[in-house]
């Protein structure tokens, strides 16, 4: 940023650096699109909760959630297998994984969460899974794909295509950042 100065906004900055973490951990190379603007006095900030995406708030509200975000359902359930940072696991209480290697994106998310049995697990106030062997955690989030036959289906392809997971995350990835980026009322900048 320093580097850049105002050219650079920090809205791109750090829509740059995920993407750049996503290439470097094995996702496919996606195309950037630039100039987003940064608000510098901060409204509009207040809508920007977060949405639940949880098998806890109901697999209705997961669908809801997709459709606003103009989602497919294979784009929904490839977004799931997102690599959770230490910082996530600590604010779910949860320590672990899915896959040996935390750095990889790789269908080995769905090969799991598919393979495992999974039993209820609580830390703190937060309600989670964990495999018969203590050593892999789920969240709610995720055992909605388990347990939704639409989305078992998409996760089966995926573990059957990694190569399919990866392209499927990508365009997911480039939706999701660029939404908002509009060129008059039905185009899009970037896409």
Partial sequence: KDQFGATLSWADLIVFAGQVAIEQAGG????????RADATDGLGSEYLRPRGWGFMEGITELRETMDSLGLSLAEMVAL????????????????????ADVNQLSNTYFSVLLAEAWRPYTSGSVQGYV??????????TDLAIKYDAEMEAVAQQFVED??????????????????DRFKGPTGNLCY
């Fill in 80 to 99: 799931q297998a997102r690599q959770r940072s230490v910082v996530q696991q600590t604010r779910t209480g949860f320590r672990g994984s899915w896959s």
């Fill in 28 to 35: 496919k190379q996606m195309k950037f699109c630039p100039r």
């Fill in 162 to 179: 990694n190569d399919l997971f990866l392209e499927t995350f990508a365009t997911a990835w480039t939706k999701l950042v660029n939404n």
């Fill in 131 to 140: 495999n018969s062997g203590n050593t892999r955690f789920m969240l709610s």
